[in-house]
């Protein structure tokens, strides 16, 4: 008998009746590898300085006590003290939150004359986001927050500033800059001399940024 074609002679083709095995699935991918690690979120305190709302109508008043060597009026030229705290590190990277100390109404021409003549006015603390987030432009780091408010540091520093609301402001003695100064040494847990000298280097800082470190 001839063989069939496409068979070979004296072999009978005999097809499996076994199920055909699914292939191996490949192995899972190691994540590990791929995933990029961020580190936590680590808050820092840092000090800018900007004009003051209504700097404007104080300046000829602080021009006049400049020129007759009067200290604690001349103050009024001084830049206003902001605290920041930003956020360097995890997901929040960037965030900023400023707090200040000024006055109630610092546009009224009632609190620049009050000002100058050396008496107080009523002040109001500030707490605001700052969408832009750290200010690239005379600002410097005091350090990262302390363990002591490490948890919750914005809202510490909300605390505080909540509970400048109705005190009396008066340049040379309780202002922008005393108040930035005692809110930045509570955040940090440094102690306030080292503050003052971190303040006093904001004016001649040049519009870079911060040097941030995690």
């Known amino acids: ?31 590990a590898a791929a995933t990029t690690s961020q580190p936590p979120a680590r808050w820092h305190v840092f000090l800018t300085t900007t004009p003051l709302d209504g700097a404007a109508l104080l300046a000829p008043f602080a021009d006049a006590a400049a020129a007759l060597g009067v200290p604690a009026v001349a103050a009024l030229a001084a830049p206003h003290a902001v605290v920041v705290l930003g956020c360097i590190g995890g997901d929040a990277t960037g965030a900023a939150h400023a707090f200040d100390f000024l006055p109630a109404a610092p546009r009224a021409p009632s609190t620049a004359v ?32 302390c363990d002591r408010v490490a948890a919750d540091p914005v809202g510490a520093a909300t ?27 509570l955040l940090a847990g440094v102690e306030e001399g080292a503050v003052v000298a971190a303040l006093a280097r904001c004016a ?3 519009a870079t940024p911060p040097r941030l470190r995690a």
Do not use: F, K, N, Y
């Open 114 to 145: 009050a000002l100058a003549a050396g008496r107080t006015v009523p002040g109001v603390g500030r707490a605001r986001t700052l969408p832009a987030g750290i200010p690239r432009a005379r600002c410097v780091e005091v350090g990262p927050v």
């Open 1 to 31: 008998m001839a063989a069939r074609r496409g068979t070979a002679p004296g072999r009978v083709r005999v097809q499996s009746t076994r199920p055909l095995r699914p292939p191996h699935p490949p192995a899972p991918r190691r994540l």
């Open 159 to 185: 605390a505080v500033v909540d509970g400048w609301a109705g005190a009396d402001l008066a340049v040379g003695r309780w202002d922008c800059a005393s108040a930035a100064v005692e809110l930045a040494a």
């Open 204 to 206: 001649s800082t040049p």
